[in-house]
């Protein structure tokens, strides 16, 4: 299970409403609400984002395939909404994408582009089945099992899992969910095991260096 940022994205909100601060791979940026949602429009909102990414993949796939074939195809803009409905029952939600060429392009060139887009990278991703997790961290005291060897311990919360699966997918040298002793600290370096355990989303996993305890 690999995921496809290789950090994830990082986002914070305090008491302004609703000033979100997003941390990208590069840089920082703000999201907000509208003032009619309560918010001061600092930032793009939610929704907008989300329409962001298809709207940027979009143009992105078209310029690498024009620039591929060599047209000279200046610009290309696209506006991009969506509607959600409701129909016995079930939500469909519709994305919109209006693409213009402003300069002169072929009504065959159109075909083809028009196709490209379709597949850009993003709108796989919106048109496959999608399914969102949410995890909490807990940091509790709770039941504990330590899985250790001379050098640390590895503390696993039994009643904080979630059952992510990011460990046992990630590292499977180390975390075995057939086995009775799931965790074994001898599978990889220490330092490595450490930073999989980091990304345990719910607090079930510790890690204790035994010559340097937190
Ligand atoms: S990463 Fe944490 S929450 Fe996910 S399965 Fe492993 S122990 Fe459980």
Redesign the pocket.
């Known amino acids: 299970m690999d995921y496809i940022l290789d950090k994830p994205l990082y986002g914070t909100i305090g008491l302004e409403k609703y000033q979100c601060s997003i941390e990208w791979r590069n840089g920082k940026f703000l999201a907000d609400e509208p003032v009619k949602a309560g918010g001061k429009d600092l930032g793009p909102d939610p929704h907008t984002l989300l329409l962001s990414s298809i709207a940027s993949c979009t143009l992105i796939t078209l310029r690498m395939y024009i620039d591929r074939k060599g047209w000279i195809i200046p610009a290309i803009t696209v506006n991009t909404n969506l509607f959600l409905q409701t129909t016995e029952g079930k939500k469909l939600c519709t994305i919109d994408q209006d693409i213009l060429f402003p300069g002169p392009v072929t009504d065959e060139q159109k075909t083809r582009l028009q196709q490209i887009a379709a597949q850009c990278p993003i709108s796989k991703i919106l048109e496959s089945e999608i399914r969102v997790r949410t995890?909490v961290f807990r940091n509790t005291d709770t039941k504990e099992i330590h899985y250790e060897n001379e050098e640390f311990s590895v503390v696993?919360k039994p009643g904080?899992?979630?059952?992510?699966?990011?460990?046992?997918t990630q590292l499977p040298e180390v975390?075995d969910?057939k086995i009775k002793k799931w965790i074994n600290p001898d599978g990889a370096p220490a330092g490595k095991i450490e930073q999989?355990v980091k990304?345990?989303?719910?607090?079930?996993?510790g890690f204790i260096n035994k010559k340097n305890p937190k």
């Not at 990304?199 to 996993?205: D, E, N, T, V």
Request: charged content about 10%.
């Open positions: 995890f696993w904080f899992c979630q059952h992510s699966a990011r460990c046992w975390f969910p999989q990304k345990c989303p719910s607090g079930a996993l």
